[in-house]
């Protein structure tokens, strides 16, 4: 099994991050300075992944910023083979317990971000496209992410 997403291309909802760069999702640096995380605008905002091509995929582990002691709201992970996520989509997890997002309600818990990230159990779905929402936390609006690292084997 290896980390597919490492170095891979990533997207997102926010076409002007606030702060750092989207290749910092993937570039293997989970530390919690600042030059480490991307930061998105208010409200949901996602980050994805295009792991070029189909993948089992066992486990997603999401590093939101882990430097104050915070919990992330609408945190959802979704794997799909279409990269405008309208068709076969797959939720992997969410915590969107009143779906404030519009993605239906979750009924995974929300936690505090530590540096160990958050480890996703994906149950060996297969998708293409790896897709990570979040809607602020306690500690700000914004939405930061530092890494994601998406665990599987390749299909081809």
């Known amino acids: ?25 993937t570039d293997g640096d989970k530390e919690s300075n600042d030059n480490s995380f991307v930061e998105l605008h208010r409200r949901t905002q996602w980050v994805q992944i295009d792991l070029e091509r189909r993948a089992k995929i066992y486990a997603v582990v999401v590093w939101h910023a882990h430097n104050t002691f ?17 068709q076969n989509v797959i939720t992997v997890y969410n915590n969107d317990y009143d779906n404030s997002s519009g993605l239906g309600v979750g ?3 929300e936690y ?12 060996g779905v297969e998708g293409r ?21 998406v665990w599987g084997l390749p299909l081809d």
């Open 129 to 149: 496209y790896v897709r990570a929402y979040s809607r602020g936390s306690t500690y700000s609006a914004l939405n930061r992410y530092t890494e994601i690292e």
């Open 1 to 25: 099994m290896q980390n597919l997403a490492f170095k891979k291309k990533v997207t997102s909802s926010d076409k002007s991050p606030i702060t750092g760069t989207l290749d910092l999702v």
């Open 70 to 86: 915070q919990v992330y709201h609408d945190v959802i992970v979704q794997v799909s083979d279409d990269p405008d996520f309208t």
């Open 107 to 109: 009924t995974d818990k």
């Open 112 to 123: 505090f971000e530590t540096y160990e990230g958050r480890l996703m159990d994906a149950k």
